[in-house]
């Protein structure tokens, strides 16, 4: 039995990703081995953060008595959490939810992929603004499938020529699910909307970080 450390568990809507707007639960763990300029989750990296300690079974009784299908599991960096195969394959038993994990690009991500009824990784690729572009595993790219989602976070234009180039190198679009999201506050949404416009760029999708504009964009637990 392993002990997870927890930094929070919260009910709200997905505020990214293929499902969003949908209700999920959230189930953030502590830790993250980067840094990126744009971080809004710093406060549940730092070593001192606070958490709480919960085993697999206690995070899928919490799970259940939800009553929601849609399970994100977050950070911080999931996928560095110690004996987080034991708790994705027992949530990838339940035939009744789905679980997405988000991911930061930088994990490998194959010996995950592997689980019975693997979850749905949404992967982000580190722009230069960011400052965790020579972090990324491209060989991951080889891995995700049409269930699965990169995510390009962007914060002028440079970040959106990056991501063109290396959507169009990978051939994401093809391969699965391409989102381009905004940094809350610091480039404007119509540039992004132009750009996707002038470039073509055919299924890609702009999204915004919907619990943002719902709430206050600071607020935890959403």
């Not at 491209?138 to 962007?154: A, Q």
Request: with cysteine; glycine share 6%.
């Amino acid at each position: 039995m392993t002990h997870y450390k927890v930094a929070e568990k919260f009910i709200s809507l997905n505020g990214e990703g293929v499902l969003v707007g949908q209700p999920a639960v959230f189930i953030r763990f502590h830790g993250c081995n980067l840094s990126c300029s744009f971080c809004d989750t710093t406060w549940a990296n730092e070593k001192d953060a606070a958490y709480s300690l919960m085993t697999e079974h206690q995070i899928y009784e919490y799970i259940k008595g939800t009553g929601i299908k849609n399970v994100t599991l977050t950070g911080g960096e999931p996928l560095l959490v110690p004996a987080i195969e034991e708790l994705l394959c027992l949530l990838s038993s339940d035939q009744c939810l789905h679980v997405e994990i988000e991911t930061n690009g930088s994990i490998d991500l194959s010996p995950f992929a592997n689980i019975q009824n693997p979850p749905s990784f949404t992967m982000d690729y580190k722009l230069p603004s960011s400052l965790m572009e020579d972090k990324m595993l491209v060989s991951n790219f080889k891995i995700l499938s049409k269930k699965d989602t990169v995510k390009f976070v962007v914060g002028n234009m440079e970040d959106l020529n990056r991501a063109r180039e290396v959507i169009h190198e990978y051939d994401l679009a093809n391969k699965c699910h391409v989102l381009i999201s905004p940094v809350y506050g610091r480039i404007k949404l119509d540039k992004i909307a132009d750009y996707l416009i002038k470039h073509r760029m055919n299924n890609v999708a702009m999204q915004l970080q919907m619990h943002k504009i719902i709430w206050e964009p600071n607020r935890r637990g959403v």
